[in-house]
């Protein structure tokens, strides 16, 4: 029988363990542009200017054009998914923020946004936000629209830089 005090001392020696390095690399904890923050610096939009229905596209100058084809045709495979339908404004930048830290070892993201058909105005509030968010984060070289089996003008591919 394991009392309590082998168990305290069992998870105060296993709590100050650091994993052991096999291939002899050190890992660092950072993101591409040197540092470990999110990005938090973005403003919130809150009136909608974007119908549901509307295409988006935005992109950097200097990126390839055949990237932007791909993206609009869905030639750029698996991508990891965020669903932000349910989110408020401020829940939605920051769970983004953290999702594209999360995820910037990778090329493209998939966000799903929503077409706001429930709004008052038909204009999206929440796609709105995530196009305006999107402009200002760092990371983002561009994004488009999805294709129709993706969601549509309800989500969006983002292409970001890479990991340098």
């Not at 953290?98 to 990778?106: A, L, T, V």
């Not at 200002?136 to 999805?146: D, G, I, K, R, T």
């Not at 089996?149 to 983002?158: H, L, Q, S």
Request: charge should be positive; proline fraction near 3%; glycine fraction near 8%.
């Amino acid at each position: 029988m394991i009392n309590e005090s082998d168990k305290s001392l069992f998870r105060s020696t296993v709590d100050q363990q650091k994993p052991i390095d096999k291939d002899g690399v050190k890992k660092t904890a950072t993101s591409k542009n040197g540092s470990n923050k999110l990005f938090q610096k973005y403003s919130f939009l809150y009136e909608p200017n974007i119908s549901g229905s509307e295409a988006v596209v935005h992109y950097k100058s200097g990126l390839s054009p055949k990237v932007l084809k791909k993206m609009k045709q869905g030639n750029i495979g698996s991508t990891p998914s965020i669903d932000l339908h349910g989110h408020k404004i401020e829940e939605a930048c920051q769970s983004l923020s953290k999702f594209i830290h999360f995820h910037s070892n990778e090329r493209f993201i998939h966000v799903i946004h929503g077409k706001g058909y429930h709004s008052d105005s038909g204009l999206s509030i929440m796609k709105s936000q995530v196009v305006h968010y999107l402009k200002q984060h760092p990371e983002v070289l561009a994004f488009c629209s999805c294709t129709q089996e993706m969601g549509g003008t309800g989500a969006v591919f983002v292409h970001l830089k890479a990991n340098v």
